[in-house]
C-alpha cells in the first residue's frame, strides 16, 4: 500500500498536505514534518489528519496542540 493523500481541515476548508514540504513517507511510515505541524497548528485545539492509501481506505490521526 501507498499513501496517495493526506488532509487536514483549516478554516473550515480540506486541503491538502504536500509530500516533502507537509509530510514524508519511507517504506511503512509517513512522518508529518514542522512545516506540515505548524500549517495547521490550533491553540488548544486539536486537527484530524486525512491519510487516504492506494486501497481506498482512510485513516485518521487527530495531534492535540497543547500550549505550553
Excluded: H, P
Excluded at 496517495?4 to 473550515?12: F, I, S, W, Y
Excluded at 504536500?18 to 509517513?30: I, N, Q, R, W
Excluded at 505541524?37 to 486539536?46: A, M, Q, V
Aim: overall charge negative.
Amino acid at each position: 500500500l501507498t499513501v496517495r493523500e493526506v488532509t487536514a481541515v483549516k478554516n473550515g476548508t480540506v486541503q491538502a498536505l504536500t509530500f516533502g514540504t507537509d509530510y514524508m513517507v519511507s517504506a511503512d511510515e509517513l512522518t508529518l514534518t514542522q512545516a506540515g505541524l505548524e500549517r495547521f497548528r490550533k491553540s488548544n485545539g486539536y486537527v484530524e489528519f486525512s491519510v487516504t492509501l492506494s486501497n481506498d481506505s482512510v485513516y485518521t490521526l487527530v495531534v492535540d496542540y497543547i500550549s505550553g
